[in-house]
């Protein structure tokens, strides 16, 4: 099946630094690409998604484009805030495409400090 | 638009006990799953369910647990007996089941604390 890696955190960060958070994967084809969220006592919400090589998926300043020749899909902010803090997930279909469950990866712990 | 709902929020009991989660997806959703959240890790897919039918249980423990989804809607995952490995978050989530890259939606989860 299909897996994904990404870089385990903690990653604390100052109020209006830039963000990136590594996530790269093993698939087979080019499935669609996903960022989930997971804010301090809520549940997990899609940030954002890319359905196809070279897409840029974007939700609340935070940025992210598939890149198939890296087999990446690395989460971008210019200038984080301190409500960003949450864990942040990489995810791809675990098998195929289609309306498929999700493989993720280990998630990335964000703080953002004032 | 009300979210998926889970029940109960919080469950401690004993390894070797049964312990049962229910789960109400939004509503017209066709396509049902459950994952497990290991403390630490990303959730893991369990089940899969279009309507009722079973798309994929490869993951799912199968000695152990059990789900079903009657009618179509509600869903409940089942642990007997459960071990100490089974603490973790179980979470339900629902798609509408009709195309490619759909979003899925995750209610809150049920904390399994197993001792």
């Known amino acids: 099946g299909n897996s994904v890696t990404q870089m385990e955190g903690p990653v604390t960060l100052s109020e209006e630094a830039f963000l990136t958070i590594n996530c790269t994967y093993t698939?087979?084809?080019?499935?669609?690409l996903f960022w989930y969220v997971q804010y301090p006592g809520e549940g997990l919400q899609l940030l954002l998604k890319?359905?196809?090589?070279?897409d840029k998926g974007s939700n609340k300043g935070f940025e992210a484009t598939y890149r198939k020749e890296t087999t990446s899909f690395h989460l971008e902010k210019g200038s984080v805030q301190v409500s960003d803090s949450a864990v942040y997930f990489c995810?791809?279909?675990?098998?195929?495409?289609?309306?498929?469950?999700?493989?993720f990866g280990k998630g990335t712990h964000l703080i953002i400090q004032p | 638009e009300a979210g998926v709902a889970q029940s109960p929020r919080y469950k401690i009991i004993e390894k070797r006990q049964s312990v049962a989660f229910w789960c109400n997806p939004i509503?017209?959703?066709?396509?049902l799953y459950w994952y497990q959240q290991i403390l630490g890790q990303g959730p893991k897919l369990l089940i899969q369910?279009?309507?009722?039918?079973?798309?994929?249980d490869s993951q799912l423990p199968k000695d152990r647990f059990s789900a079903e989804r009657l009618k179509g809607v509600d869903s409940t995952l089942k642990i007997q007996p459960a071990k100490l490995e089974d603490s973790a978050v179980y979470l339900c989530?629902?798609?509408?089941?009709?195309?490619?890259?759909?979003?899925?939606?995750f209610g809150p989860g049920t904390r399994l604390l197993v001792l």
């Open positions: 995810a791809l279909p675990y098998s195929g495409g289609g309306a498929d469950g999700l493989t």
């Open positions: 369910f279009q309507n009722n039918g079973v798309v994929d």
């Open positions: 989530a629902s798609s509408l089941g009709d195309r490619d890259s759909e979003t899925q939606y």
């Open positions: 509503s017209g959703h066709a396509t």
């Open positions: 698939a087979t084809g080019y499935p669609s």
């Open positions: 890319a359905t196809k090589a070279d």
